[in-house]
């Protein structure tokens, strides 16, 4: 059994926030057991994040025909009705707030993969909901599976092949000055598999006789991988509606590179966007290819398929990926200083296909037993046989996920589709929605001031602005006290002239009470109706929100209140409101 203040501290962890219930039964069971049942889970076949995104745009695309009519809003001569992105944000939402109880670390793996395998709607794959829900598909099913196999599949995801532009990729042609594409060559190494560096086992840099760190690939590299990912199409040509450009016979059409179709329709929002993408060997570099000092070497004529799962396998194998992908699931799961021994360790369970259910084990089981920071912290404390201490900053999505979990944030409809829109205006993060490849913060950010002087880094500061710190304090006040949560949309735009998109107006969608977000604070509201549990109250909800009991803003907490004791929701709210605006919230223990 485990006290609930490690308890508290390992979901924060290991999950996208945790009940008081969880908690409760987590520590009584024990964390080893639930990390067991948790990463030996099964995947039931229905419920994908495809299937929901699909599910929520299929109903609000009934709405607007029946509003509209077809002609308003099949793109001839209007702004066409697509799966745009807020419906996978729907999706998203929608699963990560009901998650089954066996899959709550799935979830957090699958998030914390997303800003590593990073594609986003901030490009042309907004039109596309569905193909988006299709590859976060993926990060869930691989999640405690080989990354060689989540690396093949990302590689081949339509998703990944848009972003990345290795879709409608070819061979070379110099006569016809076509030469391959190699954006997603560069990419899936620099952030997908090796790094930019050679590394050591530890996750430290290998050197010259200089000291200068040893440049891990070069341009002839990418020139040589690039050819690897040549003769990739859509798998069909799919489209929403019938107009006088499209029939809906060219449904289910297979691309060709050679079917005189412009290459405008070979890309959303005219191609199946959630079948692997398809290949054309004459338009494939049949040649052998060899990088990376000949770590990597490819046959000739072995076919495009082969050729690219060989190619992602030996990537994985590198022995830079171990350490490289080892330290950057430490940095979103636990610590954005890992201590070399605690990469080595992580590292030495990836293996050449990269095992990431012991990946995953050993990043969450060592803080049990080791101390996990590179340097010690003079806050550093003991909660029994444990040495803890600050080691990143929460991430805004993290937070407010951990919130809306905490207080089982929901509503009368239990449509818990979330526009996300409110929330990213604020803090400036939802998932698949970076700003570059290079995800929401750089892993080497470190603000000026006492965390740079240290040698520390601290990514998740570089989101935290003078802007978007006091746009969060601003949100939770209304969170708490206006009870003016995340917007929920089940209704289509009711601006003059929109005619294919949802509702995405907050002070719209805020007036519905069937949808309407809200917590359920009627545990806590029981116990603020006796003044005397007051002190038991503040505990209670702080080891749910930061891990801990006796804070030192406890007696600020009490003053803040005091005129209002006899007002159990106040007094909630304000406990609610003055914990996660607290360093002892937004910053992660272990």
């Not at 829109?421 to 892993?443: A, E, G, I, R, W």
């Not at 995340?486 to 107006?505: F, K, M, W």
Request: aromatic share 10%; glycine share 6%.
């Amino acid at each position: 059994m485990n006290t609930l203040s490690q308890t508290s501290r390992f979901l924060m962890q290991g999950t996208l926030g945790a009940d008081q219930q969880t908690i409760q039964e987590v520590s009584r069971k024990g964390i080893d057991n639930w990390l067991n049942n948790q990463l030996n889970s099964t995947l039931s076949s229905g419920n994908s994040y495809a299937d929901s995104s699909r599910e929520i745009w299929r109903y609000f695309r009934s709405k607007l025909l029946s509003k509209y009519g077809e002609s308003a809003i099949n793109g001839e001569s209007n702004n066409p009705a697509l799966p745009y992105k807020w419906y996978f944000h729907m999706a998203w939402w929608q699963q990560s707030l009901n998650t089954p109880p066996e899959h709550l670390l799935r979830q957090r793996v699958a998030q914390a993969l997303s800003e590593i395998l990073v594609i986003s709607d901030n490009s042309q794959l907004e039109l596309d909901a569905v193909g988006m829900g299709s590859y976060y598909d993926l990060l869930y099913k691989h999640a405690f599976g080989n990354y060689s196999d989540l690396l093949y599949d990302v590689s081949m995801h339509p998703c990944m092949g848009v972003y990345l532009s290795h879709m409608n990729n070819r061979k070379a042609e110099p006569a016809k000055h076509i030469h391959p594409d190699e954006n997603y060559a560069r990419e899936i190494m620099q952030l997908f598999t090796i790094g930019l560096y050679e590394l050591n086992p530890d996750g430290s840099r290998k050197t010259d006789a200089s000291g200068r760190p040893l440049a891990s690939y070069n341009n002839d590299d990418i020139k040589q991988l690039a050819r690897v990912f040549t003769g990739l199409k859509a798998s069909g040509y799919e489209y929403e509606w019938n107009t006088s450009f499209w029939e809906n016979s060219y449904n289910g059409y297979p691309v060709s590179f050679d079917d005189g179709i412009d290459k405008t329709y070979k890309v959303p929002p005219f191609v199946n966007m959630t079948k692997p993408m398809a290949i054309d060997e004459d338009r494939h570099d049949q040649g052998s290819k060899q990088l990376l000092n000949g770590r990597v070497k490819l046959s000739a004529g072995q076919g495009a398929e082969r050729e690219i799962r060989s190619a992602v396998k030996q990537l994985v194998a590198h022995p830079n990926t171990a350490p490289f992908i080892a330290t950057h699931l430490i940095n979103q799961l636990v610590t954005s200083n890992p201590s070399r021994a605690y990469v080595k360790a992580v590292a030495s369970k990836f293996g050449k296909e990269g095992n990431l259910q012991a990946v995953i084990r050993e990043i969450l089981t060592y803080p049990q037993q080791n101390t996990v920071a590179k340097k010690r912290l003079p806050s550093a404390r003991q909660d029994a046989n444990q040495t803890v201490q600050s080691q990143k900053l929460k991430s805004p999505l993290l937070r407010a996920t951990q919130i809306l979990r905490a207080f089982r944030a929901g509503n009368r409809s239990g449509r818990l589709w979330l526009i996300g829109d409110d929330l990213q205006t604020l803090v400036q993060q939802h998932p698949l929605s970076s700003p570059t490849v290079f995800n929401f913060y750089k892993p080497d950010f470190a603000p000026h001031g006492p965390l740079e002087l240290a040698g520390f880094v601290a990514p998740e500061f570089e989101l935290h602005t003078s802007a978007t710190s006091i746009a969060y304090v601003n949100m939770m006040y209304y969170w708490f006290f206006g009870e003016y949560l995340p917007a929920v949309s089940t209704r289509i735009n009711s601006t003059p002239g929109i005619h294919n998109v949802p509702e995405l107006d907050p002070d719209i969608l805020n007036r519905d009470p069937e949808n309407k977000l809200q917590f359920d604070f009627s545990a806590e509201i029981a116990m603020a109706k006796d003044p005397s549990k007051h002190d038991e109250l503040i505990d209670q909800m702080s080891l749910l929100l930061t891990g801990k009991t006796d804070l030192s803003i406890k007696p600020q907490i009490l003053e803040a209140f005091k005129h209002y004791r006899d007002q159990p929701a106040w007094v909630v709210q304000t406990i609610a409101f003055m914990l996660t605006i607290s360093p002892e919230f937004t910053v992660l223990e272990a």
